[in-house]
């Protein structure tokens, strides 16, 4: 998704505003956000991959997911979902709504994913805001700005490989 400087400017400013401040870690309670991606069918393979993992760690896990694809992760427990709507024109409204931002915000992340293979600003804004150690996305023109680990989609190579790779990650992160 192609967006102007300016927006850009205004949701990285959002997410230094809304705090990268110093939460209390705890070490031992490793904590995840996977923000799935917004394309159906991408949805489906990431549930696919992602569902072990969420299943095992399901205390540990806070799962972001558009409206529309909330059925997907029907046997997950409310406080564990940020369900948000996506706008018809993402332009006029490029940043994260707030309530979804206060949740992120609210825990402690040692591993932050999102999973669109092209960059949205809702899950960039979501994983930098997890302010997580191990800051997992897609390579794209912005993910400079987002993400300490970066992911290259390439054309020929089905998605359903870079999310395992994703997924073997996070659960090294586990390991530690």
């Known amino acids: 998704m192609k967006i102007p400087k300016r927006l850009l400017r205004k949701i990285l400013r ?46 540990n896990c806070m799962c972001l997911i558009s409206e529309n694809a909330r059925d997907l992760l029907c046997e997950m427990n409310d406080d564990s979902i940020i369900i948000v709507s996506i706008p018809e024109d993402i332009q006029r409204n490029p940043l994260l709504p707030s309530g979804a931002s206060e949740k992120i915000q609210s825990e402690y992340y040692t591993v932050a994913v999102d999973l669109n293979t092209g960059f949205h600003p809702y899950t960039a804004a979501a ?50």
């Open 14 to 59: 959002d997410c230094k505003r809304s705090g990268s401040g110093s939460r209390a870690a705890d070490i031992k309670n490793k904590k995840f956000l996977i923000c799935f991606p917004f394309d159906e069918q991408y949805q489906k393979i990431a549930f696919r991959v992602f569902s072990p993992v969420i299943k095992s760690h399901r205390e």
């Open 127 to 176: 994983v930098l805001k997890a302010n997580a150690p191990k800051r997992i996305g897609f390579q794209s023109e912005y993910s400079d700005y987002f993400f300490n680990i970066q992911m290259t989609k390439k054309e020929d190579d089905p998605v359903e490989s870079s999310y395992r790779y994703i997924h073997h990650l996070m659960v090294d992160s586990f390991k530690l």
